[in-house]
């Protein structure tokens, strides 16, 4: 592979959360990972006991890997020795996601979410 360079005049990112990166340059290896629960009660929660994550199997499951995918070989014409770019301008970066400015060996991201709504009953609105 042909490396070059990226040149970015501006960048904005509004919002980065939640084991998410923006990175800027070459990287050898970058791994996320995020276990994230959520909870909604109606009428508000007192607490968050109860609601530990090793309670739900979804953040035990082991995640078996992709097969490595075939290769590809190809003929690549780079008309430029850079990518010239004037702006990028991101809203969000959430839930182990990844911006990359650079070049990069291997990525891996994770992200498992569960999310749990709690609904007062009919009959308890009307008492």
């Not at 990844?98 to 609904?119: E, M, P």
Request: charged content about 30%; some cysteine; aromatic content about 4%.
């Amino acid at each position: 592979m042909e490396f070059r360079t990226t040149k970015v005049k501006d960048i904005k990112v509004s919002s980065l959360t939640y084991s998410s990166l923006l990175q800027i340059g070459d990287a050898k290896q970058i791994d996320s990972k995020l276990d994230a629960l959520a909870v909604q009660k109606e009428g508000g929660a007192d607490s968050d006991k109860g609601f530990e994550l090793e309670r739900y199997p979804i953040f035990d499951t082991t995640i078996n890997p992709f097969p490595d995918p075939e290769t590809v070989e190809g003929i690549h014409c780079h008309h430029r020795k850079d990518i010239s770019i004037p702006t990028i301008d991101v809203t969000a970066i959430s839930s182990s996601s990844i911006v990359q400015l650079g070049s990069t060996d291997s990525i891996q991201s994770l992200a498992r979410q569960k999310h749990i709504r709690i609904i007062q009953s009919e009959n308890k609105e009307r008492l």
